[in-house]
């Protein structure tokens, strides 16, 4: 069903492909940090393995909340692991269990969402007429600066 929320059809649709890029991103970046939580290794393993459950928590919640949006949009959130592959921006490193490497693996893909995010602050709220998906996206990457200084302080 077609949401009437004031905003056209046409920009719906642009914001809702936007949010379903961004879905794909969160979704490698959860990957990627579930994959180093199992795999981590080495004096600070104990550390590392509770750290990064913590943060694939947040981005599993982060996740859910794009799709949401999606929805709320009045369009579908994509789910499949192929559509994930064809949207995201994200390129997935060869694994490692080096954890300073793992910790600039996360760094970068954190910062690369939060690009993302700046550029789509603007589009949305000026192209899209769509100041609610505008606000929510500055929230995302609230979240995401601050993932990614945690993980910055790390590699101090």
């Known amino acids: 069903m077609t949401a009437h929320i004031g905003i056209a059809e046409e920009h719906l649709k642009a914001v809702a492909l936007s949010l379903n890029k961004l ?4 979704f490698v970046l959860y990957t990627q940090t579930r994959n180093y939580h199992w795999n981590v290794e080495g ?4 550390a590392m393995h509770k750290f990064y459950e913590e943060q694939y928590e947040q981005l599993d919640e982060m996740m859910d909340s794009v799709a949401e949006r999606v929805r709320a949009l009045g369009h579908y959130a994509e789910g499949r692991l192929a559509d ?3 949207l995201t921006r994200l390129t997935e490193p060869t694994t490692t269990n080096d954890i300073n490497t793992q910790l600039r693996h996360l760094l970068n893909a954190h910062e690369t969402i939060i690009r993302t995010l700046r550029a789509d602050i603007t589009t949305f709220a000026e192209t899209h007429k769509d100041l609610g998906t505008s606000d929510f996206v500055t929230g995302l ?12 302080a790390f590699l101090k």
């Open 141 to 152: 990457m609230e979240d995401h600066e601050k993932m990614a200084w945690m993980l910055r």
């Open 23 to 26: 879905l794909a991103d969160e």
């Open 84 to 86: 994930f592959s064809a």
């Open 43 to 46: 004096p600070g393993f104990h």
